[in-house]
């Protein structure tokens, strides 16, 4: 895992998720506290999950919040609320958005190269066996 104060280039982001979520870039780190949102966080791994996939707003809720309202225009505008707040909060250590979004969607920035432990333990356990 490359660790945080090695971190060089501006496109390179590492997350830590076991413990609690940290999430590390050439200019500056974000602990979970600073995010102040389980329904962000959740939102967070669930996208790293799958990193590439193109997410739809309802699908999120439906994994994600299945006892929220199924409301389809409260739902989009509460991403919206979320995506926004997060935004703000990572411009301080990064000039990129982690969370992009189109007319179909959310998903990371694909411009970005993301490294998080829990891929890194993975890997490692694949290599074991």
Not at 73 to 87: A, D, H, W
Not at 91 to 116: C, F, H, M, W
Request: aromatic share 8%; charged share 25%.
């Amino acid at each position: 895992m490359v660790a945080p104060k090695h971190i060089q280039n501006p496109n390179e982001i590492v997350i830590k998720l076991f413990g609690s979520i940290e999430i590390y870039t050439s200019r500056g780190v974000i602990y979970e506290e600073q995010i102040k949102s389980p329904k962000l966080c959740k939102l967070l791994v669930y996208l790293l999950l799958s990193k590439k996939t193109l997410h739809q707003p309802m699908k999120i809720a439906d994994s994600l919040w299945p006892d929220d309202e199924r409301n389809s225009e409260k739902i989009c505008s509460n991403l919206r609320g979320l995506v926004y707040r997060f935004r703000r909060t990572f411009q301080l250590i990064s000039d990129e958005d982690l969370i992009v979004s189109t007319q179909a969607g959310y998903r990371l920035n694909p411009n970005l190269k993301i490294i998080t432990d829990f891929a890194q333990f993975d890997k490692l356990g694949k290599e074991a066996c």
